[in-house]
């Protein structure tokens, strides 16, 4: 199966970069990432911000999204700033 997953990441601090990891499950992968930097493409994918939205004031929204392959099933992405 095949998938786009858009991803927003609300700053509840003003930062200055972040990450989000996602665990996929076995036999899933990453195939495509937009506005975002992705370590990997299998089990624990870090998505790091990219130049142009990296820095936000609290409460500001940024999104980045990637396509994948296999079951989405039971993902949750972890937020924190860096």
Same mark, same amino acid.
């Given at each position: 199966?095949?998938?786009?997953?858009?991803?927003?990441?609300?700053?509840?601090?003003?930062?200055?970069?972040? %990450? !989000?990891?996602?665990?996929?499950?076995? #036999? +899933?992968?990453?195939?495509?990432?937009?506005?975002?930097?992705?370590? =990997? &493409?299998?089990?624990?994918?870090?998505?790091? %911000? !990219?130049?142009?939205?990296?820095?936000? #004031? +609290?409460?500001?929204?940024?999104?980045?999204?990637?396509?994948?392959? =296999? &079951?989405?099933?039971?993902?949750?992405?972890?937020?924190?700033?860096?």
């Amino acid at each position: 199966m095949r998938a786009a997953a858009p991803v927003t990441h609300r700053a509840s601090l003003p930062t200055n970069g972040w %990450n !989000v990891s996602v665990a996929l499950p076995g #036999g +899933a992968s990453v195939t495509n990432t937009w506005s975002a930097t992705a370590s =990997g &493409s299998t089990g624990t994918v870090r998505f790091t %911000n !990219v130049d142009y939205n990296g820095r936000l #004031g +609290a409460g500001q929204v940024t999104e980045f999204g990637f396509q994948g392959n =296999g &079951s989405a099933s039971g993902l949750t992405p972890t937020c924190t700033a860096s």
